[in-house]
T-cell receptor, first 110, second 117 residues
Framework: GQQVMQIPQYQHVQEGEDFTTYCNSS?????IQWYKQRPGGHPVFLIQ?????EVKKQKRLTFQFGEAKKNSSLHITATQTTDVGTYFC??????????FGDGTTLTVKP | GAVVSQHPSWVICKSGTSVKIECRSL??????MFWYRQFPKQSLMLMAT?????????EQGVEKDKFLINHASLTLSTLTVTSAHPEDSSFYIC?????????????FGPGTRLTVL
């Protein structure tokens, strides 16, 4: 079935540094969704990308969907301690279910 | 909008007992809800798709007799872990989407942390 691989698994940064997590698939994806899960919390929807080469921004977060629709990235500029958590990418199957990547856990040292 | 609640938020039970977890969409109707299981420091594992008015669709490897799902109305789905054992201890999360499109973002409940002694 459709799988999405996510790297890195963990990322430790100093506050103010940038952060990027990558999501890759061997097959063409219908869409990409990004979620954030704070420690002890539940996943919260951030954004969805559908079009090839699409780029969306939310304040310090930049989301990209590759031209071939096989990869995506989430970039955070100048991280803050509030950015800590695990970031998951996900993609919908034809049945409407979501396949989640393994997540990238971000820790930020103040 | 698009709020999903889950109850209880945590439960501790003895081995052999059954535990029911409720998932409610508070401000929208959901014909489909999803149940996930998440182990510490791991990703979300889809257990089953809960369909209102019909049987749930279980993922491969998930025992349907162990994890009973009932989608009684457009705003309520329940997951019952029957004869729970310590290996069933986990974080159970439900999700739903207010839209019926294929590319539907999911809104998650706060999760239920189950500990089986």
């Amino acid at each position: 079935g459709q799988q999405v691989m996510q790297i890195p698994q963990y990322q430790h940064v100093q506050e103010g540094e940038d952060f990027t997590t990558y999501c890759n698939s061997s097959t063409t994806l219908s869409n990409i969704q990004w979620y954030k899960q704070r420690p002890g919390g539940h996943p919260v929807f951030l954004i969805q990308l559908v079009k090839s080469g699409e780029v969306k921004k939310q304040k310090r977060l930049t989301f990209q969907f590759g031209e071939a629709k096989k990869n995506s990235s989430l970039h955070i500029t100048a991280t803050q301690t509030t950015d800590v958590g695990t970031y998951f990418c996900a993609s919908n199957t034809n049945a409407g279910k979501s396949t989640f990547g393994d997540g990238t856990t971000l820790t930020v040292k103040p | 909008g698009a709020v999903v609640s889950q109850h209880p938020s945590w439960v501790i039970c003895k081995s052999g007992t059954s535990v029911k977890i409720e998932c409610r969409s508070l401000d929208f109707q959901a014909t489909t809800m999803f149940w996930y299981r998440q182990f510490p420091k791991q990703s979300l594992m889809l257990m089953a798709t809960s369909n209102e008015g019909s049987k749930a669709t279980y993922e491969q490897g998930v025992e349907k007799d162990k994890f009973l799902i009932n989608h009684a109305s457009l705003t309520l789905s329940t997951l019952t872990v029957t004869s729970a054992h310590p290996e069933d201890s986990s974080f159970y999360i439900c999700s739903a989407s207010p839209r019926r499109e294929v590319y539907n973002e999911q809104f998650f409940g706060p999760g239920t942390r189950l500990t089986v002694l």
